[in-house]
């Protein structure tokens, strides 16, 4: 294999400047409640696939133009957004997806992706390193494309060496246990080919029909508490919500989404996360510091049972303090199914 980039002097010094910019965010966060932490941001609705479980995607979408979506990064920049995350559909599929990367990394803010991967060269690769990229993420799904996915560890291998030897950033890749996938086992496999190309490995849980809390079945189970098992330090922590959303039981916590976590949709509308698209509604450009204040005191009715981990790790930083004072009932789409599109996937590892 060849030398990996990342362990060269460049891709050291990088990995730790990334380090230092987050710990910098990061004490920020804890310091001040008056900004977004993350903001996921959707470029392109258009995908190159057609899982058979997602409705995050379309295959008719134009990229939004980069103008636009300036504006969008540069608001987001205003409002002292810390991660600005790009998603799709499929962001690789923007023709100036890398003009967007450069003007994240202009606010300040560390800029990551959510891809299937299917478009990785070196080169693009290269490209993207030339951006800034600070992490990608990859969601893979079994290990023999099949009629539900074709995210599959076959398919996408000679991308994850690509990455492996030429990424500046960091990837991270995401399996996944539940519904509507034959073998749990394959999750496995693909955490530690994922650890052995040098990424960090995180394991999701999908769940039946609307997105609703489910114990997860026998087999499922056991290879999850395998995998929460690993000690490797590529692991993050394993936390009680997590566990709770395995066994099917509710969580109490407080969603600080509309404040602390923001999705901006395609249409350039701010919405609570990807299963509550319609709340609040309020095109970016119109968002304020007020908006924020507001929804970081105001509790959603969805989140006892709510699976979205991204949001739960975003608001824990906040669990301490500011208890909420108002609470609204989002009636978007928790009781629709999103299936595991990757905005949705509950983080284990
Ligand atoms: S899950 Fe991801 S790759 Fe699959 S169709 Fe949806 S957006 Fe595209
Ligand atoms: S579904 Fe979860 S993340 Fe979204 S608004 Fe409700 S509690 Fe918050």
Redesign the pocket.
Known sequence: MAKRKKNSLQGRIKAATRKLRELWLVGRALAFIGHPVMAQIVPMRY?????G?????DKTSKPVPLEEMFRRVDHLGKLGTSIITI????PLTHPELEEVIRRIRKTGAIAGM???G?LLSKDRIESLNRAGLDHMQI?I?NLEPDEV???SLKVLDRQLVALSEHALFHVNINSVVGAGFKDPNDALVIGRRAIELGFTSTIGIIHDGDGQLKPLGERESKVWFEMRNWKKKNYSKFNKFQEAIAQGRSNEWRCRAGSRYLYICENGLVHYCSQQRGWPGTPIAEYTKADVKREFLTAKSCAPNCTISCVHQISYIDHWRAPQTSTISPGGHMGEHH????ANLVNIL
């Open positions: 995908c190159n696939l057609s899982c479980y997602c409705n995050e995607y998603s799709g559909g499929e959510i891809t299937n299917y969601s799904d996915s074709m995210k299936g595991p599109s990757e």
